[in-house]
């Protein structure tokens, strides 16, 4: 069963930088996608950005091209959030998700906190 953990959270002043990491263990991820959510305070969860696993492509969320830039590294079953000239908006619970066939959101990890201060 794999399982996914998030690291990489934390506090940043706006305007800096923060690199979000999703391992994947328990197993080599091989499905459709990989991907990142966020829920800001008393929002609802938001797609951020979609890595397509066999493709390498990418999506990322209109309002965040630009700023934030999805990678991973296959070697280490692992993906990536790279987030700049972050603001306090970007404030929110990231969460890591991977899909099998891209129907269903079957893993999630438990999320990591990213606050901006401005």
């Known amino acids: 069963q794999v399982q996914l953990v998030e690291s990489g959270g934390g506090l940043v002043q706006a305007g800096g930088s923060l690199r979000l990491s999703c391992a994947a263990s328990g197993g080599t991820f091989s499905g459709y996608e990989m991907g990142w959510f966020r829920q800001p305070p008393g929002q609802s969860r938001e797609l951020v950005a979609t890595?397509?696993?066999?493709?390498?492509?990418?999506y990322h969320a209109d309002s965040l091209k630009g700023r934030f830039a999805i990678s991973r590294d296959n070697a280490k079953n692992t993906v990536y959030l790279q987030m700049n000239s972050l603001k306090p908006e970007d404030t929110a619970v990231y969460y890591c998700y991977g899909s099998l066939t891209g129907d269903a959101y079957e893993y999630w990890g438990r999320g990591t906190q990213v606050t901006v201060s401005s």
């Open positions: 890595i397509y696993w066999s493709t390498g492509s990418t």
